[in-house]
């Protein structure tokens, strides 16, 4: 499990990478990253999405033993991401959202230092520490990530 401030530290790092996505061409910004999958631009509404709904629906609501709603239907959350991404928005205007809603979604998380950041609640029956919860969002951002550097890898040695 990471301390507070490699987490933190991620979350800059994160950040930073996301801002640099800026000099992603057009094309680029909104190609699929592979056969049947997201663009960036999704991804990163993706990304406003799940945050969106951990600032609007979780960090509200957590304290010691709380027993929290069920997460809602990822395909659904999803979709609507997706759909907002091509809706118009344009690449700056998605990155800087993502900068501003995760910036307070963190914020919202480190309220919670120090022994609270260890208490114990439920999303529905599965168990998590502020600690875990966060861990579980760095993981999927790192995932996101890699899939979006192996996809501009791929172009980069394509000439593309």
Request: hydrophobic residues 40%; charged residues 30%; glycine residues 4%.
């Amino acid at each position: 499990m990471r301390t507070i401030e490699e987490m933190k530290n991620h979350y800059k790092n994160f950040d930073s990478w996301v801002l640099s996505l800026k000099q992603l061409s057009h094309e680029e910004w909104l190609q699929p990253i592979d056969e049947g999958k997201w663009s960036s631009a999704e991804i990163i509404s993706h990304f406003i999405a799940w945050d969106r709904f951990t600032l609007d629906q979780r960090l509200g609501k957590l304290k010691e033993n709380a027993v929290l709603d069920p997460f809602p239907d990822f395909q659904s959350v999803n979709d609507r991401a997706a759909e907002y991404a091509k809706s118009g928005v344009t690449k700056n205007e998605l990155i800087d959202e993502f900068i501003e809603i995760r910036s307070d979604a963190v914020e919202g998380f480190l309220k919670f230092e120090g022994e609270e950041h260890q208490f114990h609640f439920k999303i529905g029956n599965h168990p998590f520490t502020i600690a875990s919860y966060m861990e579980d969002f760095i993981g999927h951002d790192l995932h996101h990530k890699a899939q979006i550097a192996a996809f501009l890898a791929k172009n980069e040695s394509c000439g593309i």
